[in-house]
Structure formats: C-alpha cells, structure tokens
C-alpha cells in the first residue's frame, strides 16, 4: 500500500525519517493504521515511492507524544515534636494559607507577629 504523508505527517523512529508529503511503501496494515490517526493519505499505486516503511511496533508507527508541564510535588513542612507539651511552631497561617513555621512565644501557641494581629 501507499501512503502520502500529510503536511503534519512526519515521521521518525529507529532507522527510518520521512517527512511531510512523501509517499511511502508499507504493508497494509501499517497504511491502514497511518490513515486512522490522520497520519497519511491513501496514494494511488503507480505514485513514485519516497521511501518504505518496513514492519515496526504499532508504538513507533505513531508521532511521539506531546509533552506536558511537569507539576512539582509539594512536601509538607517537617513537624518538630513538641517539648513538655509545648507546640513547637506557631499555630497561626501565612497569608498564601500555609502552616508558620515561626517559633511560638514561650507559653503561648502563636509566634510574635500572629499575636500582635
């Protein structure tokens, strides 16, 4: 079968590269393949074969997969224990929400700047 690839229809892979608008040769099934993920056209078969397609995995026929943003995992604050009952970081929040991390004032549950608000 041939295929003509579409303008956004590159491929590459181990041992082979066509670009956009080449008709390549290839069995059937990889044809039939390529023309269900918008890949290529079918060509006519007299067309002038750009180069051939020999059988591969179905995962390397495909473009590789876009890549996404990569999310960051956040690590909780590592907790102190407490002394005698006492906290060891303030109870009170920052203004983005997150737990302070201050010291609090000796015998209370907040640090200096959350008790003054």
Do not use: W, Y
Not at 13 to 40: A, M, N, Y
Not at 53 to 65: V, Y
Not at 70 to 80: M, R, S
Not at 84 to 112: I, W, Y
């Amino acid at each position: 079968m041939n295929v003509k690839l579409t303008p956004a229809g590159g491929m590459a892979g181990t041992g082979f590269e066509f670009k956009p608008g080449q008709v390549i040769k290839c069995s059937d099934r990889q044809g039939k393949r390529l023309i269900e993920h918008g890949i290529g056209t079918e060509a006519p078969k007299d067309a002038q074969v750009d180069g051939e397609l020999f059988d591969k995995a179905p995962e390397e026929l495909l473009p590789p997969p876009k890549k996404g943003k990569v999310e960051k995992a956040i690590k909780p604050a590592a907790e102190k224990p407490e002394k005698d009952g006492e906290p060891t970081t303030c109870a009170g929040s920052t203004a983005k929400g997150n737990r302070c991390l201050r010291a609090p004032v000796a015998g209370k549950q907040f640090c200096q700047a959350h008790l003054e608000e």
